[in-house]
T-cell receptor
Framework: GNSVTQMEGPVTLSEEAFLTINCTYT??????LFWYVQYPGEGLQLLLK?????DKGSNKGFEATYRKETTSFHLEKGSVQVSDSAVYFC???????????????FGQGTILTVHP | GAGVSQTPSNKVTEKGKYVELRCDPI?????LYWYRQSLGQGPEFLIY????????DSGLPNDRFFAVRPEGSVSTLKIQRTERGDSAVYLC????????????FGQGTRLTVV
């Protein structure tokens, strides 16, 4: 079956530090890949996505590249801010049966805390 | 409404009781999903509706769990004979179609079984 593995957390950084959160996946076929973010007190929000190999998703200074050869989709940001403190989830959709982007397999989440 | 609305936001129930959790999707969204998120884990898929019908219920853990969407809009997740292991945050998401639309999540219902 499908699975997503995220790096062990939590991650604590100082403002303006470089961020990497690792994500690897196992899936049949050609899944779509996502990063979701959950800010304190809010629901899950889509941060970025990539639908095929070598695609780069980007949003709010965050980037992730779909690497089929390493089955990875690592999240990066060059300079984090305090407001980036949240829980980040890597996820995939195997695009099977027409359910596409709504039926997702999630990683366990990584808590990011950014200090001033 | 502006987003996916879930009620109640918190529910405490006694072991063995029956509970209903409600989801109001974004108006016009035909696809609706339920997920369960245990503490420290990512959400796990439970069931997917396309319109009124359950297109995929492969994630429902057992027959104590059931969900309906009778008019293709509001959905109710029903849990019978609750157990302490059912304690989790239950998330609902909706999207406008199954092909290429982003799924929008509600804030969830935190269920605690005591």
């Amino acid at each position: 079956g499908n699975s997503v593995t995220q790096m062990e957390g939590p991650v604590t950084l100082s403002e303006e530090a470089f961020l990497t959160i690792n994500c690897t996946y196992t899936a049949t076929g050609y899944p779509s890949l996502f990063w979701y973010v959950q800010y304190p007190g809010e629901g899950l929000q889509l941060l970025l996505k990539a639908t095929k190999a070598d695609d780069k998703g980007s949003n709010k200074g965050f980037e992730a590249t779909y690497r089929k050869e390493t089955t990875s989709f690592h999240l990066e940001k060059g300079s984090v801010q305090v407001s980036d403190s949240a829980v980040y989830f890597c996820a995939l959709s195997d695009n099977a049966g027409g359910t596409s982007y709504g039926k997702l397999t999630f990683g366990q989440g990584t808590i990011l805390t950014v200090h001033p | 409404g502006a987003g996916v609305s879930q009620t109640p936001s918190n529910k405490v129930t006694e072991k063995g009781k029956y509970v209903e959790l409600r989801c109001d999707p974004i108006s016009g969204h035909t696809a609706l999903y339920w997920y369960r998120q245990s503490l420290g884990q990512g959400p796990e898929f439970l069931i997917y509706f396309q319109g009124t019908g359950a297109a995929d219920d492969s994630g429902l853990p057992n027959d104590r769990f059931f969900a309906v969407r009778p008019e293709g809009s509001v959905s109710t997740l029903k849990i019978q004979r609750t157990e302490r292991g059912d304690s989790a945050v239950y998330l609902c998401a909706s999207s406008s179609n199954t092909g290429s639309s982003e799924a929008f999540f509600g804030q969830g219902t935190r269920l605690t079984v005591v």
